[in-house]
């Protein structure tokens, strides 16, 4: 049974995805999909725009055949956290044989394995000219293509501007990290669809959507509660919230700000728009920032079933059979099993997911949505 690993958000689902998953099935013959998500925020610093039940039940119904959450601490994360708490969320299922992703073009399998180990070893010349670009004010991604650029060919690196690529190669440096065989295919993506597009034709069209700006209350009655109350700074080892930019918030912005104004007021060259929401999102939800890459268990201390396809059962007992961690279908008897830091990445997961139900009830009232130990599995 040759079941193939796949890393989406869904956010939200569309044309795209299903091209995505219809080819997996017949390009890669593939007998299951295993799929890991994010579930109320995304990585690019946002929370979902509709509600995670939702787009797995999308997900579902055009051919993933089992849906694993991908913890908020990675889902809410840099490129290479995200992709390294997605591939350790996989191969923990001890069934995956291949891991797919959506790529620009056709993935050139060489350049990718020496690019990935390069960046994973991070010579000490490599890191020199990095720090060097980045205190000249580049964006991250513009300085790392700058230090990489005495070490490969420039028109190669041209691969790296795009964010499915640095995706892909994110997942083979997770791949790599972890010693694994597995194998990392990349399937073009097909022109015309885009999360993005749907997700301005939604906001244009006044559809049901969860935005950012919805969380523009909250944000700035956590910012005062931690420095009226706790009388603390979010500033120190564990947070990308640095003194400059705890500081330019204290001095520049005013309760009337929305968060997309805060966001445009705090970003700089260096600190992109999506970089820049993605520490605020952090900031609200205390989740700490970790770059330390950690093994296998560090990433996935369990995998939580968000649904499955009633006709895929026998892929969920054979989960159950080859799992290296627990597995969480029913959270309420399933979350003893969970080591320390297991209750702690869950616990992180489950309080992101009341915020945004909180936020998205009050928005939506008639969406009903239930808390995560009345939600159970999604079966299709």
């Given at each position: 049974m040759k079941v193939v690993g796949v890393i989406a958000e869904l956010n939200p689902f569309h044309e795209g995805h299903a091209y995505l998953l219809e080819s997996i099935r017949k390009e890669r013959g593939a007998d299951a999909i295993i799929l890991v998500m994010s579930t109320d925020f995304v990585q690019r610093g946002e929370p979902a725009i509709l509600p995670y039940h939702r787009r797995v039940h999308d997900a579902l119904e055009n051919g993933a055949d089992l849906i694993l959450s991908l913890p908020v601490r990675w889902s809410l994360a840099s490129a290479e956290s995200f992709a390294f708490g997605a591939v350790a969320t996989l191969l923990s299922t001890g069934l995956i044989d291949e891991i797919v992703c959506g790529t620009e073009g056709e993935l050139d399998n060489t350049f990718l394995q020496d690019i990935s180990e390069y960046l994973l070893m991070e010579p000490e010349e490599y890191k020199i000219k990095l720090q060097a670009a980045l205190?000249?004010?580049?964006?991250?991604?513009?300085?790392?293509?700058?230090?990489?650029?005495?070490?490969?060919?420039?028109?190669?690196?041209?691969?790296?501007?795009?964010?499915?690529?640095?995706?892909?190669?994110?997942?083979?440096?997770?791949?790599?990290?972890?010693?694994?065989?597995?194998?990392?295919?990349?399937?073009?993506?097909?022109?015309?669809?885009?999360?993005?597009?749907?997700?301005?034709?939604?906001?244009?069209?006044?559809?049901?959507?969860?935005?950012?700006?919805?969380?523009?209350?909250?944000?700035?009655?956590?910012?005062?509660?931690?420095?009226?109350?706790?009388?603390?700074?979010?500033?120190?080892?564990?947070?990308?919230?640095?003194?400059?930019?705890?500081?330019?918030?204290?001095?520049?912005?005013?309760?009337?700000?929305?968060?997309?104004?805060?966001?445009?007021?705090?970003?700089?060259?260096?600190?992109?728009?999506?970089?820049?929401?993605?520490?605020?999102f952090r900031y609200l939800l205390c989740l700490p920032y970790n770059n330390e890459k950690g093994s296998l268990a560090d990433y996935a201390p369990y995998l939580r079933v968000l649904g499955f396809r009633r006709d895929s059962k026998n892929l969920l007992s054979l989960l159950l059979q080859h799992a290296k961690v627990p597995v969480i279908k029913k959270l309420a008897n399933d979350e003893k099993k969970l080591t320390k830091d297991g209750q702690i990445l869950l616990q992180q997961e489950l309080s992101a997911q009341a915020l945004y139900q909180s936020v998205a009830g009050q928005k939506y009232p008639h969406w009903q949505l239930k808390n995560a130990y009345e939600t159970g599995m999604i079966i299709v």
């Open positions: 205190k000249t004010g580049l964006s991250f991604p513009k300085a790392r293509l700058l230090a990489l650029s005495n070490q490969f060919d420039g028109n190669r690196l041209t691969f790296l501007q795009s964010a499915n690529n640095i995706l892909a190669t994110e997942y083979r440096k997770a791949l790599h990290h972890f010693h694994s065989h597995c194998t990392l295919t990349g399937i073009p993506r097909k022109a015309g669809y885009s999360a993005h597009q749907k997700r301005e034709r939604m906001v244009m069209e006044k559809q049901e959507a969860i935005l950012p700006d919805d969380f523009t209350a909250t944000l700035h009655y956590s910012h005062w509660f931690h420095t009226h109350i706790l009388h603390t700074s979010p500033y120190d080892k564990d947070s990308e919230f640095n003194k400059e930019l705890f500081n330019r918030y204290c001095n520049q912005i005013t309760p009337q700000h929305s968060l997309t104004q805060i966001i445009q007021t705090l970003k700089t060259k260096q600190y992109t728009y999506t970089r820049i929401s993605r520490i605020l």
